[in-house]
């Protein structure tokens, strides 16, 4: 990859953030030389985004903090379709209402990362069903229909995996890269926009726009990429063990989050402090160079920094007391996350299994079991072994709680109510 003349390419090269770029040159030229404006795409099919998600939103972070506008695209109307690329059968469908909910939640974790305005390098969010849903069919056909080779869509590998293991693709799915494509014109001649960012997976849609703006009369446009990020050891980012990593804080809790990122595996803490954090390279270096068990002060400051641009730098830096009290000291801590659970079926006595799921740490009474079973299990740090131990009274602590416990980094709180 070429060494670049503008600060916003020359940042997401050294950073890692740079997959794919349609025109390099050009690209790099259009920085250096004026603000620009680009977008990324966001489907609201669940009310909140989730950690897989967060390398595009630091991507129009770094696009601001190096002077340009960055766009945040709300997918209201491609949601109601629903993108099929690498999916092995359809989204199920959403009714206006639920995106119109997704929307607004997910719209919360945005302010955390742009400054919002009316300046020239103010961050903007749109929704694609302002101008989608208003489309008129037999126009759109012939305006912009005309425009696209089916026998070219058939050969995208989004379509062709599908196809290739067949699985139906439905006219409404096929339907997707056209809105899309369509997206990048219209948000052009709305607001100037130049260049459309994405997850490598969305090379071929963003290419179409580029393809589809050329066609309909719109100045060059541009695409990048970033790489579809996986851990070291292959698990997909923003999954954990107990589900998806939720940016929303009224769906994980910062300490939750925060444990995420501290539980980072060796090999990726560099790449991560580069992409998920805004701190130096000089800095992250020096953490980088950290060996044996000093690499775990390098995944602490790595989820503090993460956790604080999200939550605030008090409640990251909280999260990192509460997980240092826990496990440095032992001790119990209010900041860990609490269950409430009517204090009647806590003095009639409820089955450990039972408690551990109703406390979210297990999904199953069988789940439940294979921990107590593996030795994982700890009510009020005293290991379990009898899976059919009834929990009561009498291991509510003089704080007014019990403490869960499976296995070293995962606690919950129950306080009967």
């Known amino acids: ?30 920085f250096a030389r004026e603000i620009v404006t680009a977008y990324i795409g966001f489907d609201p099919t669940a009310p909140s985004l989730h950690a897989g998600g967060l390398i595009q939103i630091m991507m129009l972070h770094w696009m601001q903090k190096t002077g340009h506008r960055p766009i945040a695209l709300m997918g209201g109307g491609t949601g109601m379709v629903g993108d099929p690329s690498f999916k092995d059968e359809a989204r199920q469908l959403m009714t206006l209402d639920t995106i119109a909910s997704n929307i607004a939640s997910i719209k919360k974790v945005f302010s955390n990362y742009l400054t919002f305005g009316d300046g020239p390098q103010d961050a903007i969010m749109v929704d694609n ?6 489309i008129n069919y037999l126009e759109f056909l012939r305006d912009v229909g005309r425009h696209f080779s089916v026998n070219r869509m058939l050969s995208f590998d989004s379509v ?5 293991r067949q699985q139906s693709l439905s006219f409404l799915e096929f339907n997707y890269m056209i809105l899309q494509a369509y997206d990048f014109v219209e948000l052009n001649k709305r607001h100037d926009v130049r260049m459309q960012m994405g997850g490598s997976d969305q090379w071929g849609n963003i ?52 444990q995420y990122w501290r539980n980072t595996e060796d090999a990726d803490v560099e790449r991560f402090l580069k992409l998920y954090t805004t701190m130096p390279l000089d800095a992250i270096a020096r953490l980088a160079a ?73 999904s199953t009474n069988g789940e ?25 009274s009498a291991e509510v602590s003089p704080e007014g709680v019990i403490k869960l416990s499976l296995g070293k980094k995962k606690h919950v709180l129950v306080r009967p109510a």
């Open 207 to 258: 290419i179409n726009g580029i393809e589809l703006g050329h066609r309909m009369g719109t100045p060059q446009l541009y695409a990048l990429t970033s790489p579809l990020l996986t851990t070291a050891s292959g698990a997909k980012m923003g999954k954990s063990l107990s589900g998806a990593v939720w940016l929303n804080p009224d769906m994980l809790s910062a300490y939750d989050f925060w």
């Open 290 to 362: 950290l060996g044996g068990s000093e690499i775990n002060e390098a995944k602490k400051i790595l989820a503090t920094e993460v956790t604080a641009m999200l939550h605030g730098r008090e409640n990251a830096e909280q999260a990192a007391e509460t997980a240092r009290k826990t496990f440095e000291e032992g001790a119990l801590s209010e900041s860990l996350p609490t269950v409430e659970i009517p204090a009647s079926e806590i003095e009639a006595g409820i089955g450990v299994l039972a408690l551990f799921v109703k406390a979210g740490l297990a």
């Open 129 to 134: 069903g302002d101008w989608l849903r208003e």
């Open 368 to 392: 439940a079991r294979r921990h107590v079973q593996g030795g994982a299990v700890r009510i009020n740090d005293q290991p379990v072994s009898d899976e059919r131990r009834t929990i009561g």
């Open 160 to 164: 062709k995996l599908r196809l290739d």
């Open 1 to 30: 990859m070429s060494a670049f003349k503008s600060e916003f390419l020359r940042t997401l090269s050294e950073r890692g953030f740079i997959h794919q770029i349609s025109d390099e040159t050009g690209l790099d030229d259009l």
